[in-house]
């Protein structure tokens, strides 16, 4: 069972409301990126990036869940993180912290457009 499969069986068990947040980037960024994070081929990149993204659309798709795609690219507008979490209720608080450290989106796609 992937983990994407056991977030939802427990949350179900839990009577939440589930919303699915898809965050979506660039291919072309997002296949490079990944292929270098795990020391591994564009190739097997390519390969991961699909079955990530399968493994979403089969949860989303497993049950009547309320789900939208917001992508990295669009966090980069000023402003933009604050809009997108108050479509559900949230406010941004500073600074932002994820996963207990200080963290700045920051646009690292660049880099990624300059390689063939």
């Given amino acids: 069972m992937a983990d994407i499969d056991r977030w939802l069986t427990y949350f179900d ?5 589930i919303e699915i947040i ?3 980037r ?5 296949r490079r990126s990944r292929a270098k994070a795990a020391n591994r081929s564009i190739n097997e990149g390519m390969e991961r990036y699909d079955l990530d993204y399968r ?5 989303i798709l497993s ?4 789900f939208c795609l917001v992508s990295y690219e669009c966090l980069l507008w000023k402003g933009a993180a604050a ?11 500073f600074p932002l912290i994820v996963q207990g450290k200080i963290t700045e989106i ?11």
Avoid at 13 to 17: A, G, L, M, R, T
Avoid at 106 to 116: H, I, L, S, V
């Fill in 55 to 59: 493994a979403a659309f089969k949860a």
């Fill in 63 to 66: 049950g009547d869940y309320t």
């Fill in 13 to 17: 068990e839990q009577d939440y409301d």
């Fill in 26 to 30: 660039d291919p072309w960024v997002q």
């Fill in 106 to 116: 920051r646009d690292e796609n660049g880099k990624w457009y300059a390689r063939p």
């Fill in 22 to 24: 898809v965050m979506v």
């Fill in 83 to 93: 809009r997108i979490l108050s479509l559900w209720g949230f406010t941004q608080e």
